[in-house]
């Protein structure tokens, strides 16, 4: 059997030595060439977010990652891209636009009137505003009703001018009412001394309210979960 000679390269000490040191400079001057790439790279986040902005504000392309944005403040450019801009003096907070909308817990009631939507439910906040458990959106906004309540919503009526709630709070603005209370538009008061448990349900028909709940007393009459306001007092419904 016939095998074909083998190839053989040799490489005398010098040779060795040259290649080595020829493979060692290209191997630091690639080091040297991505550390450069590296230090201006739009992706690092090392100095803050100042490195990955652009002269007029927005961010640099491939620009990700988490920033350092204290000293910034944020508003839209004239296509909705993120425009940043020096804060003023020692402002090193974010601008309110980073929060986020909507709801921190649950919606359990809505009534609306008109263009009036009230909400009542397990939330303390709507994005940054402080509403305590009910708020009102008037079309374009969302606004607290005085101080809100003091625990849950889970019924709202509307009759006109007036909002009826009813849940499992004791105060509403500052006043004792006792799971059901009245907002006028600008004040809560109490209807009766109220209930003695949850009020989960209120229907509202002429100048009368009717509320259900786990309440067996209501405005001090034995009315085991359900009972009727008559505008100055409480009354069982059988």
Do not use: C
């Not at 640099?60 to 350092?68: L, R, T, V």
Request: glycine share 16%; hydrophobic share 45%.
């Amino acid at each position: 059997m016939h095998f074909p000679p083998r190839t053989h390269i040799a490489l005398s000490g010098a040779t060795l030595l040259a290649v080595m040191l020829f493979g060692l400079v290209a191997l630091q001057h690639q080091a040297a060439a991505s550390g450069e790439r590296a230090a201006h790279s739009p992706t690092q986040a090392k100095d803050g977010l100042g490195a990955l902005l652009k002269a007029d504000g927005t961010l640099k392309a491939g620009a990700q990652g988490s920033f350092d944005a204290r000293g910034y403040r944020m508003k839209l450019g004239a296509t909705g891209e993120p425009l940043f801009t020096m804060a003023a003096g020692d402002d090193d907070k974010w601008d309110d636009q980073f929060n986020a909308p909507g709801f921190d817990d649950y919606v359990h009631a809505m009534a609306v009137s008109g263009t009036n939507v009230y909400v009542g439910g397990s939330f303390r906040h709507i994005g940054k505003l402080s509403a305590n458990y009910i708020a009102k959106w008037d079309g374009n906004t969302w606004m607290t009703l005085g101080s809100g309540v003091s625990g849950e919503v889970r019924a709202l009526a509307v009759s006109g001018s007036d909002l009826y709630a009813g849940g499992y709070f004791t105060m509403a603005g500052g006043v004792t009412v006792n799971r059901i209370a009245k907002w006028n538009g600008s004040a809560w008061s109490a209807l009766g001394t109220g209930m003695n448990n949850t009020v989960q349900a209120i229907a509202v028909s002429g100048a009368d309210v009717y509320a259900g709940g786990a309440f067996t007393t209501a405005g001090g009459t034995s009315a085991n979960r359900i009972a009727k306001w008559n505008g100055s007092a409480w009354s069982a419904l059988g």
